[in-house]
Structure formats: C-alpha cells, structure tokens
C-alpha cells in the first residue's frame, strides 16, 4: 500500500484541533496499514518533530504513539522469529512493543543510522527477557516439568494431612512412584527458577546484606561495541568497494596484510598504508558522531 493512500490532508469539524497540521506534519490515517518503507521515510519526519518537542506534552504524545504505530511491523518481524512459541504470540508482540517504545524514547537521528536497524536488538532484547522470566531457568523433559507440578500437589496435600512435611517415602507412595522418581523431580524442580544475583545474601564479613552482584562482574564492553558496530555501517558503506573489500579481509575472513596484499596484487606495506588509512577515517567519522 502506497502512502498516497494512507497519508493526507486532514480533515476535521470546524473547532476542532488538529494535531498533524498544527505541528506541520503529514496526516497518518491508518498508521498500521503504511508499506514499510514508505514508515522509514515518515518516521523520520515524525523523529525531527518528536526531538523538538517537550516531553509529556499533547503534542509529545501524539508524535511518539504515532511513531509506535507506524513501526509496529518491528514488533511483528521480530516476534516471527518466535513462530514456533505460537500459543504465547499475544504476549510476545504485547512485550515487543515495550522493547519498541523503549527504541524509541533512545533514538537520536544524529547516529546515522536506520531506526530499524536500532529497534529491532531492543524488540527481540524485550522478548527473549521474558521467556527468561517466564520459562525454566533451565532446559528440564516435559515428563518432569510435569512430574514437578504433581509433587507440588502432592506436598500441600499431604503436609495439610499430616501437618508436617511429607518424606521422599510418603510422596513416592502418595503418587504410586518409586522414591527415585521423586526424588529425580525433587532435584528437577530447582530448574523452575534460578537465584537472582541482585539478592542480598547475609553473611559473616563486611559484605553483609550485599547483593552477589555488587561482588562480580563489571561493565559490559559489549553494550558500547554494539553501539559502534551500528554507527560503523553508514561510515563503512561510503567507503569505495576496495576499501570495503580490504576491510571484510582483513576483519571478516582475517586474512595477514601479507596475504591480502597476494590477492590484490600489492605489497604488504601498501596494504598496510591502506587499513591505516581507512580505519583513521572511520575513527574520525565515530568521534565526529559522538
């Protein structure tokens, strides 16, 4: 569908307010029904609008769901990767959509780069956290998933019985199982969750109360690296087709200067003019965009 056909003069009752022209944008009738490239094109209209405007204002409002609409073809594509989870698709475009709006609400224009191509690692981001919150924390056969269920009916009928605890022996004679069964289901069960590194954990030294995380890790270099790898693909793509050739050798298939310089027929210190070259002007393109 063309946007002809979906974008026009707005037309509304005398008195009544009408967002679009006020804010001298085009009008969008049927956001969801715009071809995909023709909601690139619009959305970075709505961006630049968007960028001028003071949050949480009317007019904020507007343009940002506007914009939600318009790209939640996103949400969709990303969600298709999923196809085979079909039982939950409601719930996966429902959490794709925040991933979508949270897209939203970080992109710059000034970072040269496609929205979809920054949306869509934030989408399937939103997604996969879910089925980590939703699923088991690790893979367990349906047979003691549902064996798991079972124990937890079992337990709360028997320790109402016996106001106890039940044993691995009156579970096991309970559900008419061997105890090894149980207690197979028993260890399987601690696959439902898994302990959450931001819990305090209380402890004799001067760590006490502290969560896990506060003691491992540290920033995660790969959150930045991305972030380059993204503001790289307009730079890279102004450059000719050697130098882009020259760079999927060198950093694609990491090929020696020596043996780049075999395929293109020049010395290994011509080669190594040339990366020094291109990679400076990457460089300079990065810190300009920075």
């Known amino acids: 569908m063309s946007t002809a056909s979906t974008v026009a003069t707005e037309r509304t009752e005398p008195g009544t307010r ?23 094109e619009i959305s970075k209209v709505f961006f630049v609008r968007l960028s001028s405007l003071e949050e949480g204002t009317p007019d904020y409002q507007y343009v940002r769901n506007t914009l939600i609409e318009l790209n939640l073809a996103l949400v969709k594509y990303a969600a298709g990767r999923f196809r085979n989870r079909a039982e939950q698709m409601e719930d996966i475009v429902q959490v794709g959509t925040i991933g979508l ?3 939203i609400d970080r992109f710059e224009l000034s970072r040269e780069v496609e929205f979809a191509t ?14 980590r919150d939703t699923s088991w924390a690790v893979h367990v056969p349906r047979r003691l998933q549902e064996l798991r269920i079972d124990l937890a009916k079992a337990a709360d009928e028997l320790s109402q019985r016996l106001d106890r605890a039940p044993s691995t022996a009156e579970l096991a004679a309970h559900l ?12 399987a069960s601690n696959g439902y969750t898994a302990g959450s590194i931001d819990t305090p954990i209380d402890d004799a030294s001067d ?7 506060d003691r491992l890790g540290a920033p995660d270099t790969d959150l930045e690296t991305a972030e380059n790898v993204q503001a790289l693909k307009p730079l890279i793509q102004e ?7 020259i760079l999927a050798m060198r950093f694609g298939q990491e090929l020696t200067q020596a ?4 395929e293109l027929g020049v010395s290994q210190m011509h080669v190594s003019r040339l990366l020094n070259r291109i990679t400076s ?10």
Request: hydrophobic share 40%; glycine share 6%.
């Open 18 to 40: 009408c967002p679009s022209r006020e804010l001298e944008l085009p009008e969008v009738r049927d956001p969801r029904a715009v071809a995909p490239k023709d909601a690139r």
């Open 207 to 213: 760590h006490a109360s502290a969560p896990l995380s």
């Open 101 to 103: 709006i949270k897209a």
């Open 281 to 290: 002007r990457l460089r300079e393109g990065l810190l300009a965009g920075a």
């Open 259 to 262: 043996e780049i310089g075999a």
């Open 239 to 245: 450059l000719d087709d050697r130098d882009r050739l």
């Open 176 to 187: 008419e199982l061997d105890e090894e069964e149980v207690i197979e289901g028993i260890v």
């Open 118 to 131: 920054f949306a869509v690692p934030y989408i399937v981001g939103e997604i996969k956290r879910f089925f």
